[in-house]
């Protein structure tokens, strides 16, 4: 047999073998690794949305009962708020009694707080959470924590390899540059290279960290100061989060989704689909006799770059479909160097729930005063200034 003839056919074989562990582990990944439960989150490949909090959950820091994030008692109180959203409208990053939804559950005896917000969701599973909250419950108001990365799936860990496009509103890779739209490819197609990319990063640090002994970072995720000290801007709290956004973790993405985000959110036709959808879900909500109520949540590269722009389009657009908002830039933009406003550069800290909290409790208590000169309209919208409370 000639030489070159033998080893092509040995060639060929090699390459056949490589493709079935090639396949058998694409299979392997997709059919076991994808589909395990994470934390708080039980994922249910082939359901949408294929993934949901769990039935019940107990830790230090978080507590989940009958899917909802809820510690302190409800069902006593005539009225009910629901909240939507992901993991902002989660408190993913702070504990039980410094999330904003539990703030607003203890400071006032008028209604009950049901948080529906699940990590990771967008805008399509949101309304999901929607309709399975009227579903349950009559609902006074329906309060929209809205995430300006909604638009697109932004999941933890691996989950975001679930996501296919029939089940997503926008890809941010479609709006970058030809190796993002090529990613994307890979992400939707084949599983096994992105996933073995995020394991290699975990397994090698981790494995690193051991080797030298250095200790892990379990230290509690609020860091409570006095009040007094965490309002006021703290350049080494305020720097350690800009650090993060610059060369930590969250770099990368930033500078990849911020600029995307400037496409996205001006592009007339994911617009549409936004109002679209946007609309849905307040017909869902007034259907069943409840006001909705959209409150934008801005990350800390909205302020570090001074930019309104976003957060206008987005105001706009609600307000010419008729959308209750409430617009809590100026409040946030007023502290967002203390300490405790970002936990991360995407999530507020204790005092981001603070004010968060504030500022929504300060707009849904209106109706349960009287307070008829600042009464809302069901039907139009409705963009509210502040109003002070007293500390608490």
Not at 164 to 169: I, Q
Request: aromatic fraction near 10%; charge should be positive; hydrophobic fraction near 40%.
């Amino acid at each position: 047999m000639p030489l070159k003839l033998c080893m092509l056919r040995k060639l060929l074989a090699f390459s056949i073998v490589g493709l079935l562990i090639v396949g058998a582990l694409e299979l392997f990944v997709r059919g076991v690794i994808l589909p395990r439960d994470f934390s708080f989150l039980e994922v249910t490949p082939g359901q949408f949305p294929y993934f949901q909090l769990v039935e019940e959950y107990k830790a230090p820091w978080v507590t989940v009962k009958n899917r909802r994030r809820e510690a302190l008692p409800r069902g006593e109180r005539q009225h009910r708020i629901a909240f939507v959203g992901d993991s902002v409208g989660f408190c993913a990053t702070v504990s039980d009694e410094n999330c904003f939804v539990e703030q607003i559950q203890k400071r006032q005896d008028h209604f009950d707080t049901y948080n529906y917000s699940v990590p990771g969701y967008g805008l399509l599973e949101v309304r999901s959470s929607v309709e399975k909250a009227l579903e349950q419950k009559s609902f006074d108001t329906v309060v929209y924590v809205l995430n300006f990365n909604d638009i697109y799936p932004a999941q933890a860990v691996l989950l975001s390899l679930l996501s296919t496009p029939e089940t997503r509103f926008a890809s941010v890779d479609d709006y970058g540059s030809r190796r993002d739209k090529a990613r994307g490819f890979v992400k939707d197609n084949f599983k096994l290279l992105p996933t073995a990319k995020y394991l290699a990063g975990i397994v090698g640090p981790a494995l690193a960290r051991r080797l030298s002994n250095e200790p892990t970072n379990e230290t509690n995720l609020d860091a409570n100061l006095p009040a007094e000290q965490a309002v006021q801007p703290s350049l080494s709290c305020h720097e350690q989060v800009v650090e993060e956004l610059e060369r930590g973790p969250s770099a990368y993405l930033y500078k990849r989704v911020y600029p995307a985000w400037q496409k996205m959110y001006r592009d007339p036709e994911l617009l549409s689909r936004l109002a679209t959808v946007l609309k849905e879900m307040k017909a869902s909500a007034n259907k069943k006799g409840a006001r909705f109520l959209v409150v934008p949540f801005h990350d800390l590269v909205f302020f570090l770059n001074q930019d309104r722009s976003i957060n206008n389009i987005l105001l706009g657009l609600l307000k010419k479909q008729g959308i209750d908002y409430l617009d809590t830039y100026n409040a946030m933009e007023n502290d967002y160097k203390a300490c405790g406003m970002f936990r991360d550069p995407g999530h507020p800290g204790w005092y981001g729930n603070r004010i968060l909290g504030r500022e929504i409790l300060n707009e849904l208590v209106r109706p349960y005063r009287k307070e008829s000169s600042h009464a809302h309209s069901p039907h139009g919208p409705h963009a509210v200034s502040h109003v002070a409370l007293p500390p608490g």
